[in-house]
């Protein structure tokens, strides 16, 4: 395999993990295999080293951080050992681990001017979304802090009944904090969304717990049930996609359980990182509220449209498509409901460069392939000619 990272030039890593005999064996496989990216992660991380780990040696974190850590724990004991496990086999002190994955959870709360910042730019996401008759598409920027470049990958966990996922991961998080799909034909992309501080509920259920949970669902509606069972600390917004019924729905959710649904139609839908339909305070975002303008004004006819779309530069202060300094677009996922796949591409997505294709039928029986065979493969080819990363024996 080659590099873990979702970066210019090729594909992430894909790791097949499982079936293990508990879910600490697979964190720990996990986090033995990706060591080095999560070590690299974790000392390059900016939001890490200067505001989370800082708060959490104060004594006003301590009451915030073990409410978290037990409403989590006791919520979903078996994600909880992944983490155990993830800091064990990476080497990585157990802290860090914790911190990185409730960072949205607990950034909100620690005092102003204690740091220089309490700004998080570690993932600003753009999705355009169709469903038509002739057309059914959900593209996905995957932006993230530079801290990520070369620190993402792919793992392939493979459960004890069965049923398998595939999640692009962010070292040391729980998979996914971006986007994955599972066996029962259910793929998801997930875009931030910045509620007020009056809207965030302390010690709340994270959402890599959530997004962790997703990719056990059965079904659009067993996600949609699993949302809306977690009382989450911030908020976050859920693109649901399933194949077997071609439905695309958006979801925004916030803390005491609000949740709002918008199902994708015939009219493109874009989201950036604000709430769109559920009605709250939000922090109003220079960043996202450009990305929406600038999408609402180009075309989102084709499939060729949407790549150009994701891969719009125009706008020098806030492109849709990131290189830099702070945010980068990591790679783009396209999910294509009529060929029933999910491609990634490297580089900017109006070149085209796709370096995985993978079914995500619910009956598929793909066949594994090696990495060097997608590298530089146009999005325009058929999946017959693309080599299938995805093997369900």
């Not at 959900?138 to 070369?150: T, Y």
């Not at 918008?262 to 604000?274: I, R, S, Y």
Request: one cysteine or more; hydrophobic letters at 35%.
């Amino acid at each position: 395999m080659g590099s873990s990272s979702c970066n210019r030039d090729e594909g992430p890593e894909i790791f097949p993990v499982g079936p293990c005999d508990n879910a600490y064996q697979m964190g720990f496989s996990i986090g033995l295999r990706f060591s080095h990216q999560i070590k690299n992660r974790v000392a390059n991380d900016l939001i890490l080293q200067n505001q989370l780990i800082p708060f959490a040696q104060t004594p006003q974190s301590h009451s915030l951080l073990q409410s978290l850590f037990h409403n989590n724990r006791s919520k979903f004991p078996t994600y909880w050992d992944e983490i155990l496990g993830t800091a064990q086999g990476s080497g990585v002190p157990l802290l860090h681990i914790l911190l990185i994955n409730f960072r949205k959870e607990i950034l909100a709360f620690i005092p102003k001017g204690s740091q220089s910042s309490n700004v998080d730019t570690s993932d600003d996401c753009s999705d355009v979304i169709v469903v038509r008759e002739s057309m059914a598409i959900a593209a996905h920027n995957e932006d993230a802090n530079i801290a990520l470049l070369g620190n993402t990958y792919l793992i392939k966990g493979i459960l004890p009944n069965g049923i398998f996922f595939v999640a692009y991961t962010y070292a040391g998080e729980l998979p996914s904090c971006a986007f994955g799909f599972n066996s029962h034909g259910l793929v998801f992309t997930l875009n931030s969304v910045p509620p007020m501080e009056d809207e965030i509920v302390a010690g709340g259920i994270g959402r890599n717990f959530v997004s962790r949970d997703i990719l056990e669902a059965t079904g659009i509606d067993d996600a949609l049930s699993r949302i809306h069972s977690s009382e989450v600390s911030v908020g976050h917004s859920y693109n649901l996609i399933e194949v077997s019924t071609r439905r695309i729905l958006n979801v925004e959710t916030a803390s005491r359980k609000r949740v709002s649904v918008h199902e994708v139609g015939k009219t493109p839908f874009f989201h950036a990182n604000m709430y769109l339909h559920l009605h709250i305070h939000q922090v109003q975002d220079e960043n996202s509220i450009s990305r929406q303008q600038r999408a609402a004004a180009l075309p989102k006819e084709s499939k060729e449209d949407f790549l150009s779309l994701l891969g719009d530069t125009e706008d020098r202060k806030y492109p849709i498509y990131m290189t830099g300094p702070l945010l980068y677009t990591l790679c783009t996922a396209v999910v294509d409901l009529d060929e029933q796949t999910l491609s990634i591409i490297s580089g900017n997505p109006r070149e085209g460069n796709v370096s995985h294709v993978f079914s995500i039928s619910q009956t598929s029986s793909s066949r594994h392939s090696n990495d060097s065979n997608t590298k530089n493969t146009t999005i325009g080819e058929t999946v017959a000619e693309v080599p299938i990363l995805l093997d369900t024996e």
